[in-house]
């Protein structure tokens, strides 16, 4: 990591100090000179945000669903379901929201093409899910399993003890899980360069076509060679991973200090 780290950062320095040809701005013209990648970060960062606000509620309602006893069946296969769906290259789920996603969109709203922020971040809402679902559920059942007992004898029934125990002790890994899930978001190269548009530019409604930064560097990376537009995807890639670093530490922090809180519990 501090290879890569050094890598990206040695030829990002000069990109970043580039007054001829500054990358830190909103305007993506590389025909006129422009090369600016602050609206593919704003769009990774709204992608991002978007499906965790829908990811988040429905991984907390599969996550509580199979923790009741009195749905252990169901919530058996829909375990399985999660694994599955994990499981699955992003690059399946992109093809099928093209000729799925895409038209619906395109039908019912009559606002553009279908290639949109709403269409990636609908499917990145089920990428990002399984993910978010397994690690409440390896939390949370551990942590059923405990109360379960002591919910009984004080008279819980199983969606109190849903609700007023287990839920509020397992904040922590309910912030580790939307980290998680909104890194896994940011990431993913496939499903916005499929059905983003790829439009570099800032957006008013989620019909309009964005690229966020990791279509951003698969396209340029595709077409070009030693310009300023190729040198630009140093400075995305470093700001890139500098974001899922980031992210990954808090997660590591925050089990960490999990981890510590129980062992003093325990003593």
């Keep these: 990591m501090i290879l890569l780290f050094g890598f990206l950062l040695w030829f990002a320095l000069p990109v ?76 399946v789920y992109g093809i099928a929201a093209v000729f799925l996603l895409v038209p619906l969109l395109r039908e019912t709203f009559r606002s553009g093409s279908g290639f949109c922020l709403l269409a990636a971040t609908l499917i990145v809402v089920v990428l990002i899910l399984p993910v978010m679902v397994m690690m409440l559920d390896t939390h949370c059942r551990p942590l059923a399993k405990q109360i379960h007992l002591a919910s009984v004898a004080t008279g819980f029934t199983e969606s109190q003890t849903l609700v007023y125990l287990i839920f509020p002790h397992a904040q922590k890994a309910m912030v580790s899980a939307m980290l998680l899930g909104f890194s896994r978001a940011i990431g993913d190269t496939l499903l916005p360069l499929m059905l983003a548009g790829n439009a570099p530019q800032l957006t008013s409604s989620v019909f309009d076509s964005v690229r966020t930064l990791t279509a951003h560097i698969g396209l340029v990376l595709a077409t070009e060679n030693g310009s300023a537009e190729y040198n630009s995807l140093f400075a995305a890639g470093f700001i890139l991973l500098a974001m899922s670093v980031a992210v990954t530490l808090l997660i590591r922090k925050m089990e960490h200090a999990q981890l510590t809180s129980t062992k003093e519990d325990a003593v």
């Design 16 to 91: 970043f100090f580039n007054t001829e040809a500054p990358v830190l701005t909103l305007l993506w013209q590389p025909e006129q000179g422009h090369y600016g990648i602050l609206t593919m970060i704003t769009s990774s960062g709204l992608i991002g945000l978007l499906a965790l606000i829908i990811a988040f509620p429905i991984a907390i309602g599969i996550s509580g669903f199979c923790l009741l006893e009195r749905y252990h069946k169901p919530a058996a296969w829909i375990r399985s379901l999660i694994r599955l769906m994990a499981g699955i290259p992003t690059v």
